[in-house]
């Protein structure tokens, strides 16, 4: 069952200060993590510590609770700060996206290369279990695409092609 919020860690995960919102982080990964999503989420925006970035990534990357792939997902279409390191999360966190992999190849062909890379690790570890119509519509997508992609990309989106049509 999802825990409440304690309005004490939202107060930290609001602080000004790198120390307070480590120490929030260190309190959740011992508690629920998934409620207090859009509040982690948020320190994306108000900071730009390289440091608390990587513990962010950290935390975020440990959560194993397939309820928080909506608030992943939202965040993510909403491509806000911290876009890497929530898409980072989503393939090495191990919960199962393949139910999205539309979402993954719509971010792959829009972002940037590092996010790009990001979006094929979730699709070459997920894809292959995405239902058949998916890979099919995913496949056309890439193709019609493929053109259009800069050089790295464009291999990239070859070796998913293959990877999905086998």
Known sequence: MESKINP??????????????IKALRKLRKSGKV????FIFAVF???????????????????KDSKAIPYFLERIKAEKAGLKQIVTACW??????????????????NSDLEVALEA???????????????????????????QDLERTKRAMAETLIVMLTQ
């Open 45 to 63: 925006e108000s900071n730009s510590d390289e440091l608390l970035f990587s513990e962010l990534e950290m935390f975020l990357c440990d959560i």
């Open 8 to 21: 004490a860690i939202v107060d930290e995960l609001n602080s000004k200060q790198t120390a307070d919102i």
């Open 35 to 38: 409620s207090y999503l859009p």
């Open 120 to 146: 094929y690790s979730v699709i070459e570890e997920w894809g292959v279990l995405s239902r058949e119509e998916d890979q099919q519509k995913a496949v056309l997508k890439l193709k019609a695409s493929s």
């Open 92 to 109: 090495s966190s191990g919960i199962d996206y393949s139910a999205h992999l539309e979402d993954f190849i719509e971010l792959f062909l």
